[in-house]
């Protein structure tokens, strides 16, 4: 079976290849039905990997086997985790292509391949991502994705926004990229290897006197910046809702569901790879770390989110507040932990993604995406109405919806006040959506005013041919679908337990967790779903009470739209890690 | 000395993220990202580095005969300048496309996406 790993990444990219040298003789129809059939034949290809993936498998591509414990090839890795996430990334790269059957208008005339060549490309990539078992295939697939993520992003290239999004994303992953680089030729430097595990066993054979030195430290420090910048985990986050903002829905949908994702889970396998060992970074370090930054995060992404009107940019914030509740469970490192994370993604991947689908249909549809201006005018789309009423809440938690499930793990993993955290930002984010369905479909309480210093989004443009008369039944089915499955995550019995098998043979070596509901668990997302309930109500009914306050602005001064401010707040971010993690080699 | 490729790599990578956050214009700014990118190939080449080494081609000496470079840094170099290429001429493509729908290439006037 290990020789079908590599197929997880060539499949697309032959997909891509054939839409590409054929879209022009195709017929679009033609087009669309390769595009989906190939995503939807990778993944299942990944779905037969997964259920043989225990023991793990390791694949030298080329039989470049390791000679003397020193290797020169690439080597794949597929345990649970990646191939799980590989599905993730193939599942919803189908829903997308699916959603964008009637969506886009003809998408450049007479290349009907074209879109659908580029996201079987990003499907490839982020597959190649997850498997990738050394750190320069892991920094290559990093960078394949991101360059067509930046690609998709600008898509509709006519679009000014669109080109100033797609510029900015490039700018700042490129330059966290090229951090990432300098860190893996760091770490090559020390253990001349480039295999995960290898590089991890020579750091620990290496060690002087048994601990890191300021070289394992800038590795850990450099690479985990590039990790962080895909993340968007504040302050490298800064680059995320002018992309999510402007890119096409459906891409949307992959960036938000499953890419920056990636990004966490990167970290999760690098750190628990190359330096979890005991010459790496010492676990203390690592948990202050990722909880200092995955509360920060989560706390500026809630507020953010809060406060925005362009609707896309609200779904934008709310993912940036989840990847710091996703660093904080991973941050805790317990096996209970990351099975939280894993069942959360796949929840919020499914949630989040609907929304998005939801929200291009409004766009299109009214051709507006901003909360003022859409308010009380979308009564007639009952159908969306509900999808986005239930994708807020199940956003809050709402049993027995996935991101439920999983939040009720993880934060029986983190315990104490950081509990509060979970609660919270997930009630503000869940909130925010719920506040937006009220308004937008029902026409609650009065409009609102608008304030200075944001970014409307009145002036979209649809992104079909002309403004939809009615909602084609493709694009009403695969928010339904999407909700469905992050539904199943949490009620298929047993399918709980079966992620946290799977994530703990990867990770913690044989210590099994169960993840299953819990009487606590349920209750306190039921206080979260209430607390989002309660929020929305209040912003609807009484909006003064909850307008912006004098604190939050200059929080959203900060997000300036200057590329310039950045760069500079990925450098404080790079500053901040070193800081944090520094004992690791002081207290050493 | 052996510290010093280090250094000249720290320096041009902070000398470009300084470039990328003070710029005034676009496709200056998309150089000072081939700054930071040349960073990586400095340090990469200084990693493999043996002092009397010569390239790893074997076309006219024998294996074994004189020291090597390291061919793996190479490689991944070579890997790196590909990927700059095609980041550097997409985003310049992007400059091109602001320019003509902004009518500037002056990122303090790019500021639409706020808040």
């Keep these: ?588 | 000395m052996h510290v010093f490729p280090y250094l000249v790599a720290a320096y041009v990578f902070l000398t470009g993220c300084h470039g990328l956050a003070t710029s005034r214009n676009l496709i200056h700014a998309v150089g000072c990202l081939a700054v930071c990118q040349s960073s990586t190939y400095i340090l990469l080449l200084a990693v493999g580095y043996r002092d009397g080494g010569t390239a790893p081609v074997f076309s006219d000496i024998r294996p074994g005969s004189r020291p090597l470079v390291d061919p793996v840094v190479q490689a991944l170099t070579l890997t790196d300048i590909v990927v700059g290429a095609t980041v550097t001429a997409l985003l310049l493509a992007l400059v091109l496309q602001i320019a003509k729908r902004h009518g500037t290439v002056d990122p303090d006037e790019l500021r639409e996406l706020r808040g």
């Design chain 1, 1 to 588: 079976m290990r020789h079908l790993l590599p197929l997880l990444v060539a499949v697309p990219l032959l997909g891509a290849a054939l839409l590409v040298a054929l879209g022009r003789l195709l017929p679009r129809a033609a087009a669309e039905i390769t595009g989906c059939a190939v995503s939807a034949a990778t993944a299942a290809l990944a779905l037969v990997l997964l259920l043989d993936s225990s023991p793990p498998l390791v694949e030298w591509v080329g039989n470049w086997r390791p000679v003397d414990g020193r290797s020169v090839g690439i080597v794949l890795t597929g345990d649970g985790p990646a191939l799980g996430t590989a599905a993730l990334a193939s599942l919803l790269t189908c829903a997308a292509l699916a959603y964008s059957w009637r969506y886009f208008e003809e998408p450049p005339r007479g290349h009907a391949g074209a879109f659908p060549a580029l996201l079987l490309v990003f499907q490839g990539a982020m597959c190649g991502f997850v498997i990738a078992g050394d750190l320069f295939d892991l920094f290559v697939f990093f960078e394949l994705m991101s360059v067509v993520a930046y690609v998709l992003t600008g898509y509709r290239i006519d679009d000014a926004k669109a080109v100033q999004g797609a510029f900015t994303f490039g700018v700042v992953n490129s330059c966290g990229a090229y951090a990432m680089l300098l860190g893996i030729g760091l770490l090559y430097a020390r253990t001349g290897e480039l295999g995960m595990a290898m590089i991890g066993r020579g750091l620990d054979e290496r060690a002087p006197d048994g601990g890191p030195d300021a070289l394992v430290l800038a590795g850990f420090v450099l690479v985990l910046t590039g990790l962080l910048v895909k993340a968007a985990a504040v302050p490298f986050h800064f680059w995320l809702p002018d992309a999510h903002a402007v890119a096409p829905t459906p891409v949307c949908m992959l960036l938000s569901g499953v890419m920056v994702e990636l990004g966490v889970y990167g970290v999760w396998r690098v750190y628990g790879t190359v330096f979890s060992g005991p010459g790496g970074i010492p676990a203390p370090d690592l948990t202050r770390v990722l909880v200092t930054l995955g509360v920060l995060t989560a706390a500026v992404g809630a507020v953010m989110c809060w406060y925005q009107r362009h609707i896309k940019r609200l779904l934008a914030y709310s993912t940036v507040a989840h990847t710091g509740l996703f660093l904080i469970g991973l941050g805790v490192l317990t096996p209970e932990g990351d099975d939280g994370v894993a069942l959360y993604i796949l929840g919020h991947a499914g949630v989040k993604a609907a929304l998005f689908a939801c929200t291009g249909a409004l766009l299109d549809r009214y051709g507006s995406v901003d909360e003022h201006e859409l308010h009380g005018r979308a009564g007639a789309m009952r159908g969306f109405a509900v999808m986005f009423a239930v994708g807020g809440l199940a956003l809050a938690g709402l049993p027995p919806f996935g991101t439920g499930l999983g939040k009720a793990v993880t934060e029986e993993a983190v315990g104490g006040p950081l509990t509060v955290v979970y609660v919270i930002a997930s009630a503000i984010t869940g909130g925010a959506v719920l506040r937006v369905a009220a308004r937008v479909f029902l026409g609650l309480g009065p409009r609102p005013e608008d304030a200075a210093e944001e970014t409307g989004g009145s002036d979209e443009q649809p992104e079909t041919g002309g403004i939809l008369s009615r909602v084609p039944d493709s694009m009403t089915a695969v928010p339904a679908v999407l909700l469905a499955g992050a539904l199943a995550v949490g009620v298929a019995p047993g399918f709980g337990d079966l992620v946290a098998r799977s994530v703990n043979e990867a990770g913690s070596g044989g210590a099994h967790a169960f993840a299953h509901w819990t009487a606590h668990g349920v209750l306190l997302d039921l206080l979260a779903t209430a607390l989002a309930a309660g929020l929305a109500a209040l912003a609807v009914t009484r909006p003064h009470r909850v307008a912006a306050p004098d604190w939050a602005l200059p929080l959203r001064r900060v997000q300036s739209g200057h590329i310039g401010d950045y760069v500079a707040w990925l450098l404080i971010g790079t500053t901040t890690l070193a800081a944090l993690a520094l004992p690791a080699v002081v207290g050493g």
